[in-house]
């Protein structure tokens, strides 16, 4: 096998590569750079880097295939439909299971309107059945297209609110967002 030779950088003699010192001039032969396994590492941690980067400003076009997929999220939001009594059988059943079972889900609660807030922040609906029940759903309105809807309604009215229960407690009963009024 052919010995590598190489400059040497202080005289400029021939060497063998591999020598520890320039036999010439007795400087040392320090390896190139590229030769050494840290960096490489730092090479290979550059380009992951660089290659996250550039996968993250990729995702602006992969963020048409996004829209796509934004594109099905548009499709229209499935309600599941419960009675208010329903929802809060299960939370004085199992509060735990109640959140798991209902919280961020997309409902469309039907129950008897309680409260409608004076401010119009919000209204609760209650179980149709139990007229005593003091804990119920929260229904925060979101817009004042919702809030002219309620002005039609009143208290004891039967009404069905679609939107997405945002939380779970055993003491305040539910929290939802609505979507709109359902029929
Ligand atoms: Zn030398």
Known sequence: MKEKLK??????????????????????????????????????????????????????????????????????????????????????????????????????LSGRLGVIDSSGKYISIYSADDPFDFIGVTCYLKNDAQRQQVMEMSVDDVITVRGKITSVGEVLGYSLNVTDFGE
Request: net charge positive; with cysteine; hydrophobic share 35%.
């Open 7 to 108: 400059v040497c950088k202080v005289c400029g003699k021939e060497m063998a590569a591999n020598a520890k010192a320039c036999p010439s001039c007795g400087a040392k032969n320090k390896k190139p750079v590229f030769k050494k396994w840290w960096f490489w590492l730092i090479v290979v941690v550059i380009v992951a880097a660089v290659g996250a980067g550039a996968g993250g400003s990729g995702e602006a076009p992969q963020g048409g295939g996004g829209q796509q997929d934004g594109g099905s999220q548009q499709q229209p939001i499935s309600y599941t439909a419960y009675e208010v009594s329903q929802l809060m059988d299960d939370l004085s059943g199992n509060a735990m299971k109640a959140e798991s079972t209902y919280k961020n889900q997309y409902v469309a």
